[in-house]
Structures are given as structure tokens and as C-alpha cells.
């Protein structure tokens, strides 16, 4: 066990609607990380927030979007999904924002868009 | 573009020593580079990390050359539960952009 909590395990929804997926970070954990593993696409990095702020950007679509709460857990919002979206959705917690680092990752969402 | 590009796959035996390469295309200059371990269905989990040469611990060694251009994960003496995917990870330039790599998955058979 991580320490690093995801909800909900399972969501099944369908195309054009709009998704939550929910992360708690260890505790004292200051960094949130959002990966998107498909079959296809391999681990993808999607945004990192640091203490409440955006650090990075990688590759989110503009339909997604994400927060850090002053509490230190992020959300991950998926809007308009597509068939394509259906994917693993990891997030990893860290105690800093940049290197040496380690990354701790949740058990993940399992998305399935129909 | 940065990439981050290491074998699709690799079959071993119980025992042997396994080394799984990673190249690091355009990594950042005080980046270090980190190494996970994937089960079915769970997140990935860390393994090793290191900035330069060598680095062990009691489960891998990590081998990175001067020129940072490229990372050895070595894993000595490998059982059945070792069979996963291993990724590595490092910083894409000054972006802040994690790039992993494609996922090497590695078969130990008995």
C-alpha cells in the first residue's frame, strides 16, 4: 500500500459525459502527479500540481482539467469523453516538486467510456 | 522532441542477471533518472533512481554513463515474481514535463 488513495476503482460512463476522479495524496505529500495509461499510449504525464499550484504540463487534453484543494487533494475533471478516453488514470504523490524525488502511485481509476 | 525509448520486451531465467537499457533523448541537465516496476492492474512502483555512475540498492543497480544520454537498470540474480514491467522516467528538457518510457516488459521463465 502506497498510502496514496484514488475514488472510484471502476467508472463506466458514456461519450460526451463528464467524469470526477478523486486523489489523496500520502500524508505530507506536497506534490500531486495525473498519468493516463492506455493500451496504446503507454504511462502518459498529464499535469503535476505543487502545494496548490500547477508546476507542469504534459500532454491533457483541453477537455480534462485538475485542481490541487488546499488540503492536498486533486481532482482530475474529464468533460465531453470520448471513446478514446477510456484508459487507467494514476495518481502519484511525491514530497517535493523536483528531483531527487520519489513517486508514490495509487492504485488508479479504470475509466470505460461506451 | 524528447523522447525516452527502451525495449518492448525481454526474456530471462530464474537466476540471471538482467540489464534493461533506457535512452534519454534531450533529458534535462540536473534531472535525475528513475526506474518503476509494474504489476497487472496496480500502479507502478518505484524501484531506483540516480543522477550519475552507479547507484545500488537492495534490489537494482542503476548505471548511468557521463554523458546522461542513456540509464542500465540491473537487476542480479531474477526470480518468477520479478516478471513486470519495468518504465523509466526522467525530465524532458526545462519543461517540467515527466516523459516516461515506453515500458519494457520482462518474461523470467524457470
Known amino acids: 500500500d502506497s498510502g496514496v488513495t484514488q475514488t472510484p476503482k471502476h467508472l463506466i460512463t458514456a461519450t460526451g459525459q463528464r467524469v470526477t476522479l478523486r486523489c489523496s495524496p500520502r500524508s505530507g505529500d506536497l506534490s500531486v502527479y495525473w498519468y493516463q495509461q492506455s493500451l496504446d499510449q503507454g504511462l502518459q504525464f498529464l499535469i503535476h500540481y505543487y502545494n496548490g499550484e500547477e508546476r507542469a504540463k504534459g500532454n491533457i487534453l483541453e477537455r480534462f482539467s485538475a485542481q490541487q484543494f488546499p488540503d492536498l487533494h486533486s481532482e482530475l475533471n474529464l468533460s465531453s469523453l470520448e471513446l478514446g478516453d477510456s484508459a487507467l488514470y494514476f495518481c502519484?504523490?511525491?514530497?517535493?516538486?523536483?528531483?531527487?524525488?520519489?513517486?508514490?502511485f495509487g492504485p488508479g481509476t479504470r475509466l470505460t467510456v461506451l | 522532441l524528447a523522447k525516452t525509448t527502451q525495449p518492448i520486451s525481454m526474456d530471462s531465467y530464474e537466476g540471471q542477471e538482467v540489464n534493461i537499457t533506457c535512452s534519454h533523448n534531450?533529458?534535462?541537465?540536473?534531472?535525475?533518472i528513475t526506474w518503476y516496476q509494474q504489476f497487472p492492474s496496480q500502479g507502478p512502483r518505484f524501484i531506483i533512481q540516480?543522477?550519475?555512475t552507479k547507484v545500488t540498492n537492495e534490489v537494482a543497480s542503476l548505471f548511468i554513463p557521463a554523458d546522461r544520454k542513456s540509464s542500465t537498470l540491473s537487476l542480479p540474480r531474477v526470480s518468477l515474481s520479478d516478471t513486470a514491467v519495468y518504465y523509466c522516467?526522467?525530465?524532458?528538457?526545462?519543461?517540467?514535463?515527466?516523459?516516461f518510457g515506453q515500458g519494457t516488459t520482462l518474461q523470467v521463465k524457470p
Open positions: 522516467l526522467s525530465l524532458s528538457g526545462n519543461t517540467g514535463k515527466l516523459i
Open positions: 502519484a504523490s511525491s514530497l517535493r516538486a523536483g528531483d531527487p524525488d520519489t513517486q508514490y
Open positions: 534531450n533529458i534535462a541537465t540536473n534531472d535525475y
Open positions: 540516480g543522477y550519475k
